[in-house]
């Protein structure tokens, strides 16, 4: 309860007995789920585990530098890098391998069955000059063909290949800083832990970031580690980007091999935990995970094609098999089920972390936070998306629309994608209906004409009344 804001605490509790169970779920399966609000802003939050972790963090520090140095232990890391048709990214995946301050490492990449060209990259001749390099360095090239076996069988199947005593599993679209293996190292000597991830620093675009070793503050993510009842709802235990003994992670099994779902790290991650493995986290961000718009992402990807049930219920796998007697899983099943289906109001007060910030305001009522939007050039009859976050001052008296034009440099519109924002359940709210501080995110696909002249082109975005378009 002292985690839930004081007036809402009634109106989503309930008291621990069969009856009063009972008639909540009956009302939240009549009039809808009320999102409460937490005691403590998410900003506020935030800021008080960064500064815990960065206290804990610098007493570690100076506990090893007045320690007594004795032999240093330097156990080989295998480092597991899956690959599917993005060849620029993992040369740059790579550059961060090479540029890291622990020895001995190898890398294993596994490339899933990319396509014979990408763009203008013939892959044969990519991968014949990756396995040249690799030759030198000792590192391995594992080339799967025919049909995907998907990001946990290619991560499994690294794995078979590795030789360290430690993994570590990255995606070519990540960029390691250059103290990633060294301290994820440290770490899993002084813990003992089998299991650590660490926080995230989030960067956009195609080239590597400006400054690999720079850290922001706070950082873009950060992750809790073993905290199995808020990983029923939400992935708070780690990344993908994990440093796992090899014992470890044969004795959980490894990643989920379901072809089509979407989680299989967080999954991993409930798994191991309910195995006996702390999942430990590094109070540092060790890496750079990418930002791209235009590219789907696995979430994305989700939402266009794959199933949210059946990834949430593989996510819930490892605490069924926990729950007696076995028929009562299928009941708690239905109920996530019908919970993810119900359309109820969700606020949201996070602000963005990984876009351009811009903070224009828009009357005295909706302030433009930041945006995303893809880097590179756009081909005629191609489509990009172009991400917006707003911020409530006021709600408004009428009910406003946004539009966004992509005009030519004699100002003519030569497309345009108008909509309602949509909350944190995918719901277009109205302006009117809007919270104060609440972040409404827009997200909005522009289609460019086939018939489009080569030049620059702007985006031009406001708002009008729906009821008069004005």
């Known amino acids: 309860r002292e985690l839930i804001h004081e007036d809402d605490a009634d109106h989503v509790m309930f008291k621990p007995n069969p009856k009063s169970f009972s008639s909540f779920l009956v009302k939240i399966l009549r009039d809808g789920v009320m999102v409460a609000r937490p005691r403590m802003s998410a900003p506020a939050a935030r800021d008080g585990w960064s500064a815990f972790h960065r206290l804990v963090a610098n007493k570690a520090l100076q506990a090893q530098e007045a320690a007594k140095e004795g032999q240093e232990l330097r156990p080989l890391v295998s480092v597991v890098i899956t690959h599917y048709n993005r060849p620029h990214l993992l040369r740059q995946a790579l550059d961060s391998m090479h540029a890291q301050t622990y020895s001995p490492l190898e890398v294993i990449v596994v490339d899933d069955a990319s396509s014979p060209t990408v763009g203008d990259v013939n892959m044969g001749e990519y991968f014949a000059e990756l396995e040249a390099s690799f030759a030198r360095d000792g590192w391995r090239l594992v080339r799967h063909q025919g049909e995907s076996l998907y990001v946990g069988g290619a991560r499994n199947l690294g794995a078979t290949y590795a030789q360290g005593e430690y993994i570590m599993f990255m995606d070519e679209d990540n960029y390691a800083k250059p103290e990633e293996i060294a301290t994820f190292v440290k770490a899993a000597l002084g813990s003992g832990s089998g299991l650590l991830t660490c926080f ?171 945006y995303g939007m893809p880097s590179t050039p756009q081909r005629p009859g191609s489509s990009f998306i172009l991400d917006l976050h707003w911020k409530c001052v006021a709600p408004t008296v009428y009910a406003y629309a946004a539009f966004v034009h992509l005009k030519d440099e004699s100002g003519k519109v030569v497309c345009s994608a108008d909509g309602v924002p949509r909350d944190g359940n995918g719901i277009p709210v109205r302006t009117n209906e809007w919270l104060p501080q609440e972040v409404m995110e827009d997200q909005r696909r522009i289609n460019i004409p086939s018939d489009i002249q080569q030049g620059t082109y702007s985006l031009h975005i406001g708002w009008y009344r729906q009821d008069v378009k004005t």
Do not use: C
């Open 200 to 370: 995230v620093d989030y960067f956009q675009g195609v080239d590597p970031p400006p400054d690999p070793s720079r850290h922001l503050h706070p950082p873009s993510y950060m992750f809790l580690g073993n905290a199995l009842e808020l990983g029923i709802q939400k992935n708070v235990l780690g990344d993908a980007n994990m440093f796992v003994r090899r014992t470890a992670f044969t004795a959980v099994g490894g990643f989920s091999t379901e072809q089509g779902l979407a989680f299989e790290d967080w999954q991993f991650m409930v798994a191991a935990s309910l195995h006996g493995y702390e999942v430990e986290v590094v109070p540092l961000a060790l890496f750079w995970k990418r930002s791209m718009y235009g590219e789907k992402t696995m979430m994305q990807y989700g939402q266009e094609g794959l199933s949210q049930y059946l990834s949430y219920r593989q996510v819930l796998s490892p605490y069924l098999e926990l729950v007696q007697p076995p028929e009562l899983r299928y009941t708690l099943m239905h109920m996530q089920h019908l919970l993810m289906h119900t359309k109820t109001r969700v606020p949201n007060y996070d602000e963005p972390f990984m876009l351009k910030q811009v903070s224009a305001q828009f009357g005295n009522h909706v302030i433009l936070l930041a």
